[in-house]
């Protein structure tokens, strides 16, 4: 069997021309286009590179986006401030706030995620907005979780009745996901069981698994004899190996061995180009959310 590619960059593609559309409609009516304001702490090249795409995208769909570099050195308090500043803005016009993570080591990331006002937290991780997630309301859903459950709904990936193992419980990726895919309705009503560092027997646990998603950083570790033939396998993963082939180059990968799980999986996404894209169409979808709800245009 040769696994049916999930074709995150397509769906996004998809999903952007329908942002661009309410996008146009919202400036119409509020004289002013959706703004998202991306706060960048220090040079880490990934995290550079993350943010350059998340502009580039909301370019394309008409939501103004602005990058707010701050120097590694930054404290706490000084980020704490940044945000809260950022979210008093004299016309209040800024609809969704984003801090690029990680933050460096001497920054408590807690302290500055929570200085973002939950109706502008477009990436989901505020208590309020993971409360409403885990009581089945959902508000602003954390991109990534939300992208991963997009990818199975648009396949036409039954879930409601079905076991799905997710690999990895970060608050960012596994935890909400197990929340998505449990919760009830479409793109849920799955039994899941949520995997860690701690898990004894993986592949076991995976083995049982209709939907396998792999959440962890670790690049080849989910192989074939973990995959149930026919099993839909999401690869959130994103790690940086060296390139045998290329001469010194990098080049990335998820967590699963894409080829030999190809040949066991029914779906399966690729790394790059499966769950990355969705990780930032969801976040053009949250920061429209965002707008609207400032504006009154959505409950
Ligand atoms: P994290 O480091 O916060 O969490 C990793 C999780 O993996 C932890 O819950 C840990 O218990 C678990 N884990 C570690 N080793 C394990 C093992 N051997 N077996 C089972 N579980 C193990 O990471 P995160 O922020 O959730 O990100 C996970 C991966 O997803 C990373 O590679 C990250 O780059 C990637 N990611 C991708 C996107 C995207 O848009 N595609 C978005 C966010 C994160």
Redesign the pocket.
């Given at each position: 069997m040769s696994a049916r590619i999930l074709d995150g960059k397509a769906l996004a593609g998809r999903i952007e021309d329908s942002i661009r559309a309410e996008a146009a409609s919202f400036s119409r009516v509020a004289g002013r286009p959706p703004r998202l304001v991306v706060v960048l702490v220090g040079d880490v090249a990934a995290s550079a590179s993350y943010v350059k795409s998340k502009a580039a995208a909301a370019a394309r769909v008409g939501i103004d986006a602005e990058v707010v570099r701050v120097p590694a050195s930054a404290d706490t308090q000084t980020l704490v401030e940044l945000v809260r500043a950022l979210a008093r803005e004299e016309q209040g016009s800024v609809d969704g706030i984003l801090v690029q993570l990680p933050l460096p080591a001497h920054v408590d990331t807690q302290a500055v995620l929570d200085s973002v006002p939950a109706d502008r937290d477009v990436d989901g991780f505020h208590p309020e907005n993971a409360g409403l997630l885990s009581q089945g309301r959902p508000r602003f859903v954390p991109?990534?979780a939300a992208?991963v459950q997009r990818m199975l709904v648009d396949a036409g990936i039954a879930t409601a009745g079905r076991e799905a193992v997710i690999?990895?419980?970060?608050d960012?990726?596994?935890k909400p996901l197990a929340l998505l895919l449990s919760g009830r309705g479409e793109g849920g009503d799955a039994t899941v069981t949520l995997?860690?560092?701690?898990?004894d027997d993986?592949a076991a646990i995976c083995r049982r698994a209709d939907i396998l998603v792999a959440?962890?950083?670790?690049p080849g570790?989910v192989t074939a004899g973990m995959v149930k033939p026919g099993a839909a396998v999401v690869d959130?993963?994103?790690?940086r190996v060296a390139d045998a082939t290329a001469s010194g180059g990098s080049r990335l990968v998820g967590?699963v061995d894409f080829a030999g799980v190809s040949a066991v999986a029914g779906w399966i996404s690729p790394?790059p180009g499966?769950?990355?894209p969705?990780?930032v169409a969801m976040l053009l979808a949250n920061t429209l959310l965002a707008a609207e709800l400032r504006l009154g245009r959505r409950a």
């Open positions: 991109c990534t992208g690999i990895g419980r970060s960012i990726v596994g995997c860690h560092s701690r898990s993986l959440a962890v950083g670790k570790l959130v993963g994103i790690n967590d790394v499966g769950v990355g969705l990780t």
